[in-house]
């Protein structure tokens, strides 16, 4: 297993153009997290999910984003007209739930610039 | 409202001398805390995890202490390296939900 990967590492959009973006977590790893971060920033938490369920969504997240985890294997964040101040990296992480504590292990991110 | 500071923008220290840095945290009930590290342009490395009901943790030449009294924790990279050189975030797991929050980190760097 190489970790958690990411597809694409960057994407350049026009201001209300849609956006996916896709993770595929270590494969063992039942628990699946979207975090933003920009710059000089930590990661803020988007949404979790545990298998297939959607546990956890962030007030902070606007109806324009939507995640999915069909199957409770890879996931994808898709984001809607979007908006300059959607530029950030995206990260995912996974973890399993069956280790007792929640270690998370990042992917390499995807870099998002809404020109 | 709930906040996650850590200390200074920025740590410079020399090769050799120990780093500290210091992650606080105001309404805040933690299940867990971790540290992680994060080099340009790519996504936070897992360090170390403390519980709640655990004062200290060791890993190498790295050690976490956690103070639920005080609120805060402590991260030491003893005999820094150049290679040390990176930001750290804290990160906080309250007891109740899966969130995790993420402080805004410290860039930190050994001088040669």
């Known amino acids: 297993d190489t970790g958690v990967s990411q597809d694409p590492r960057h994407k350049i959009t026009k201001r209300g153009q849609n956006v996916t973006f896709r993770c595929d977590p270590i494969s063992e790893h039942n628990r699946l997290y979207w975090y933003r971060q920009t710059l000089g920033q930590g990661p803020e938490f988007l949404t979790y999910?545990?298998?297939?369920?959607?546990?956890?969504k962030s007030r902070l997240l606007s109806d324009r984003f939507s995640a999915e985890r069909p199957k409770g294997s890879f996931s994808t964040l898709e984001i809607q007209r979007t908006e300059q101040g959607d530029s950030a990296m995206y990260l995912c992480a996974s973890s399993s739930s069956g280790m007792g504590t929640d270690t998370q292990y990042f992917g390499p991110g995807t870099r998002l610039t809404v020109l | 409202s709930q906040k996650i500071e850590q200390n200074s923008e920025a740590l410079n220290i020399q090769e050799g001398k120990t780093a500290t840095l210091t992650c606080n945290y105001t309404?805040?009930?933690?299940?867990?805390l971790q540290w992680y590290r994060q080099d340009p342009g790519r996504g936070p490395v897992f360090l170390l995890l403390i519980r709640e009901n655990e004062k200290e943790k060791r890993k190498e030449r790295l050690k976490v202490t956690f103070d639920t009294t005080l609120k805060q924790s402590l991260f030491h990279i003893t005999a820094s390296q150049p290679a040390d050189s990176a930001t750290y975030l804290c990160?906080?797991?309250?007891?109740?939900?899966?969130?995790?929050?993420f402080g805004t980190g410290t860039s930190l760097t050994v001088i040669p």
């Open positions: 990160a906080l797991q309250p007891n109740t939900g899966n969130q995790f929050y």
């Open positions: 999910f545990q298998n297939e369920a959607q546990l956890e």
């Open positions: 309404n805040y009930s933690p299940a867990y």
